[in-house]
């Protein structure tokens, strides 16, 4: 299982910048996709950013341009940049990973505990 420890976040005027850090630990042959997702209460869970261990970024549409990942797989963090940040950004950002076998198969799916952001205008 992965173990996923979320750091970064807290508060920032509309304009301003963050960066949030994951990262895994635990006993795996491999991590595939790791990313990031958010929610706010009431709703589901969104799809922020999600690397692939080949490098393949998907960023949501919503964040497309404002918003950078660094994904390190030799110590298997992922780093998301965010940059312009709007009040609708708020939320809790939460840390994903899903875990491979030294086949390349899926074996598992972990999520951090999350971490806030919120952006006031």
């Known amino acids: 299982q992965v173990q996923l420890v979320e750091s970064g976040g807290g508060s920032v005027q509309a304009g301003g910048s963050l960066r949030l850090s994951c990262a895994a630990s635990g006993n795996f042959a491999r991590i595939l996709d790791m990313g990031w997702y958010r929610q706010v209460p009431g709703s589901g869970r969104e799809r922020v950013v999600v690397t692939t261990e080949d490098d393949f970024v998907y960023y949501g549409p919503s964040v497309r341009g404002r918003f950078t990942v660094y994904r390190h797989n030799g110590n298997n963090t992922v780093e998301l940049q965010m940059d312009n940040l709007e009040p609708s950004d708020t939320a809790l950002y939460i840390c994903?990973?899903?875990?491979?076998?030294?086949?390349?198969?899926?074996?598992?799916?972990?999520w951090g505990q999350g971490i806030q952001v919120t952006v006031s205008a």
């Open positions: 994903n990973a899903e875990e491979g076998n030294a086949a390349g198969d899926m074996v598992g799916d972990d």
